[in-house]
């Protein structure tokens, strides 16, 4: 028969086996009565849903922190009362969850003190929004381990862990480090302050108002996806990439060092003497204001600043742009931010559409007025030359149309000009004035102050820019400007026969006959028609009746004039002529001359056409194809 005590002994065991079981089931494994294991080389330690995480504490050298996330973000409970700075909440739980174990030892077979276990240690629990512990460990110093990248190869530094979680405390980790965790957590934990003194969405940012010495300006949007535009103090349109580099700038804007406002004397308490950047987001009805104190002289590299939502803290700020590291960006300096009305209004020349345009009159001091029209929108444009509507040239259109809606203004001299004398506008030497379809006019006027400066303004406004001479020559101003690129109204069905004269050839006589495309060639009186090659003759006519000049010059530009005394071809052509309007002119003849100058390795090309008052360039292409032997066969 068996003992009591047999008996007792077996329903203990019993027992135990039950109990363990139940906790082998709960827990999957039996970690919380004999110990965690050593985790493997290559896991992590840590495995938790980083939403869930609530509250993070750490504690080293003295200083304990904790930190509480609120509906509001992060925030830091204690040793301060301020936001927290969310990256580097978010570091410590990407550390936890994602640091590597590359080496484990047993913990009774090294000394703490020799892993920085002891002095210099670092302390950090997480816990969920129950208060459930979801990690707790001590970090160490570096370690000699180098752990490797699996995809890339390359090293990665490691970092002494010892867990503190109930039954893990049997072994210290070397786990991989690759952002350096000790540099977030120095300073007594001072850089879990959020060293950006704003927090916000761009996209969701509504008004801008900056207050400084120059006066008050603000900007705002009804929409998230509209266009910016300057309310105060004068209704303008605001430059796009401005507007983004200051609210990018905001939103990057870091301090070198945030403080108690208990432990900082701020220069002075005169609101008047601090400027004023504020912050207002859909939604909210109230702005979060930064404020900015002036500098202790004014050679200081800094200046204090606070903000509105984080009362206890204040900012230390950089006020000019420092160079950039390798590795890193130039931070954001005050000085980088676009903070005047001129540095935030919108440049640009005007606001036309050119699509709208109706007619433009190009009125200079130094040549005939230009009118340009057409009537409708869907219609070409056409330019009044020699009392004719003609065709314009196509490149002079393009870059007058170009440089009105693209332009931007050199600078903005004046927003209150009535007296336009100071400015040389009550004489401009050149008006740009467009008509819409919509009887819409804009004029800008031109002018030059005492100073030598090109300024310019639009007519019925008091606003005076200042302009880069360089736009004004992007303006074609002379009529002859505005002459089509195709020399003449020549169609090569209507081509009865030309003469060629190259220099140092003999001259070429072509007979061509349209109807039959058939050619005769007569060359220093000699019958060569046998040996024309008909192909290269066609696609000489072709070209020849589809010239085009690249650029009309002036009647007395002096180079032309040389090069065309002394011609390197000259080309009769007799043909049916069409005049401007495109009407039957009978037949006659068109004679073209080139001549060319060196420059450099290549030649320019002048071309003249008889009783044509302007001479012009052409390409060197075509003076080749021009030129081109018509007998040859190779």
């Known amino acids: 028969m068996r003992s009591v005590v047999f008996t007792l002994f077996l329903g203990l065991l019993a027992f135990i086996s039950v109990g363990l079981a139940a906790i082998r089931m709960a827990d999957g494994s039996l970690a919380r009565v004999f110990g965690a294991p050593a985790t493997a080389i290559g896991d992590t330690l840590y495995d938790f849903d980083p939403a869930t ?9 003295g200083v304990k922190a904790y930190c509480q996330r609120t509906e509001n973000g992060w925030e830091i409970v204690s040793p301060w009362k301020d936001r927290m700075d969310p990256r580097i909440a978010q570091q410590l739980v990407s550390f936890t969850l994602g640091s590597r174990v590359e080496g484990a030892l047993p913990i009774e077979k090294v000394e703490s003190n020799t892993l920085g276990l002891e002095d210099g240690w670092i302390g950090i629990w997480i816990r969920d929004h129950d208060g459930e512990t979801l990690s707790k460990y001590v970090l160490g110093r570096r370690t000699a381990w180098l752990g490797t990248e699996a995809e890339t190869g390359e090293t990665i530094p490691t970092i002494f862990v010892q867990p503190r979680d109930k039954n893990r405390k049997d072994f210290i980790y070397a786990s991989t ?14 850089r879990l302050r959020d060293h950006h003194p704003f927090l916000f969405y761009p996209p969701l940012v509504q008004s801008l108002r900056i207050k400084n010495r120059s006066g008050e300006m603000l900007l705002s949007r009804d929409k998230p996806k509209e266009l910016w535009k300057i309310v105060k103090p004068l209704e303008l349109k605001s430059d796009r990439d401005s507007i983004y580099r200051l609210v990018q700038g905001l939103y990057d804007l870091e301090a070198i060092r945030v403080m108690n406002r208990s432990e900082v004397t701020l220069p002075t308490d005169d609101p008047s003497a601090v400027d004023q950047i504020a912050i207002q987001l859909f939604g909210q009805t109230t702005e979060t204001i930064l404020e900015i104190y002036p500098p202790e002289s004014p050679g200081s590299p800094t200046v204090l600043a606070r903000i509105s939502d984080r009362p206890n803290a204040v900012f230390e700020l950089l006020r000019n742009t420092t160079p950039a590291t ?55 444009f056409e330019v009044l030359l020699d009392g004719e509507m003609r065709a314009p040239n196509e490149t002079a259109l393009f870059s007058l149309l170009k440089t009105i809606t693209e332009a931007k203004v050199a600078g903005f001299v004046s927003d209150t000009a009535t007296d336009l004398s100071p400015y040389g506008l009550d004489r401009p030497f050149l008006s740009l004035r467009f008509l819409g379809f919509d009887d819409t006019v804009i004029q800008l006027d031109f002018a030059q102050n005492k100073d030598g400066e090109i300024l310019a303004m639009r007519a019925g406004t008091t606003t005076v820019f200042k302009i880069d001479p360089a736009m004004l020559g992007l303006i074609p101003l002379q009529s002859w400007e505005w002459r089509d690129t195709q020399l003449w109204g020549i169609s090569e069905y209507d081509v009865q026969g030309l003469v060629r004269k190259l220099r140092d050839s003999p001259e ?15 060359e220093d009186g000699k019958d060569r028609t046998p040996e024309l090659a008909i192909d290269r003759a066609n696609r000489f006519l072709k070209h020849l009746t589809g010239l085009k000049a690249r650029s009309w010059l002036r009647p007395d530009h002096e180079a032309a004039r040389k090069a065309l005394a002394d011609p390197d071809m000259v080309i009769s052509i007799n043909a049916k002529l069409i005049n401007a309007q495109g009407e039957d002119a009978g ?17 320019i090309y002048y071309g003249s ?26």
């Open 53 to 61: 995480v609530s509250n993070i504490g750490l504690q080293g050298n």
């Open 177 to 190: 480090d690759p952002n350096d965790i000790h540099s977030m957590l120095t300073d007594g934990f001072k």
């Open 326 to 380: 390798e590795d890193e960006k130039a931070p954001v300096a005050l000085a980088d931010l676009p903070l005047s009305v001129n540095e935030l209004r919108d440049p640009t020349l005007t606001s036309i559409n050119p699509a709208q345009i109706q007619g433009i009159l190009i009125a200079s001091t130094n040549s005939d007025n230009i009118f340009i029209k057409r009537d409708d929108p869907k219609a070409r």
């Open 508 to 522: 070429l006589t072509l007979v061509y006959k349209a109807r039959t495309q058939t050619w005769r060639a007569i």
């Open 587 to 603: 037949f006659g003849v068109k004679q073209l001359t080139v001549g060319s100058v060196p420059v450099g390795t290549n030649r």
């Open 609 to 634: 056409i008889q009783g044509e008052t302007n001479p012009f360039t052409i390409s060197a292409e075509s003076f080749e194809l021009l030129s081109v032997d018509l007998f040859s066969f190779d």
